[in-house]
């Protein structure tokens, strides 16, 4: 199983959507952090349909209560910029994907601390600062699944 981490994500919808992609691979989601909306928030529910039940959720207050239950060395934070591509990184089963928020992304305390395991999603074209939250989870989400399962 993969893990997917949300760090103090602000869009209720994103979140609605990477629930969703959690519920249709079998990862399990992570909220760190303070959130932008309440759990109950319509649009949140919304995006996450009727699946809510089949997701598998874990709320962490803060960073450090998330780092109690994944081990530090799993987690691959996905950031933009940055210089190595998440398609040349070694995923492994029980590994971790942490994503910043949609304004601010990884804290930089954050992205210090795993500067090695830091990858971004290639943007070739340079017209664009960042993705989708949830598009970006499902880019990588997707293709760490493809590589662990062989599909």
Known sequence: MLHVALWEPEI???TGSVARLCAATGARLHLI???GFR???RSLKRAGLDYWPAVDL???VTFEDFTQV???ARVWCVETPSATPYTR???ADGDCLLFGNESRGLPPGVRERFAARVVGIPMPTGAVRSLNLATAVGIVLYDALRRLHGW
């Open 33 to 35: 952090g303070r959130l």
């Open 12 to 14: 209720p919808p994103n």
């Open 39 to 41: 759990l109950d928030d």
């Open 89 to 91: 990184a070694d995923f």
């Open 58 to 60: 874990v709320r962490h």
């Open 70 to 72: 994944i081990d530090p």
